[in-house]
Nanobody
Framework: QVQLVESGGGLVQAGGSLRLSCAAS????????MAWFRQSPGKEREFVAG???????TYYADSVKGRFTISRDYAKNTDLQMNSLKHEDTAVYYC???????????WGQGTQVTVSS
């Protein structure tokens, strides 16, 4: 099993920045890829950014390209640097991990990000 704990959420004005962190523990050797998802009230959870552990290949949703950056370290932690935040980025952000190319099977509890317009 893998446990994920997010931190770094909060309230920020539009145009500002926040950095989210996700600390992984447990059987981290099994992690193939980590990602960030988000969910706003009344909307489905959506993919934001992902990073493959081997090689550090990154993926982004079109809505955040050029504004958000995902990174990882070799302690199996991942960060999400969010710049030029918009009101529509307001959501609960979740860290996720998967041990294969299938569905994400490990999830954190989520951290609230609120962007005031």
């Amino acid at each position: 099993q893998v446990q994920l704990v997010e931190s770094g959420g909060g309230l920020v004005q539009a145009g500002g920045s926040l950095r989210l962190s996700c600390a992984a523990s447990g059987r981290t050797i099994s992690i193939y890829e980590m990602a960030w998802f988000r969910q706003s009230p009344g909307k489905e959870r959506e993919f934001v950014a992902g990073i493959r552990w081997s090689g550090g290949i990154t993926y982004y949703a079109d809505s955040v390209k050029g504004r958000f950056t995902i990174s990882r370290d070799y302690a199996k932690n991942t960060d999400l640097q969010m710049n030029s935040l918009k009101h529509e980025d307001t959501a609960v952000y979740y860290c996720a991990a998967r041990s294969t190319g299938g569905p994400y099977n490990f999830w954190g509890q989520g951290t609230q990000v609120t962007v005031s317009s």
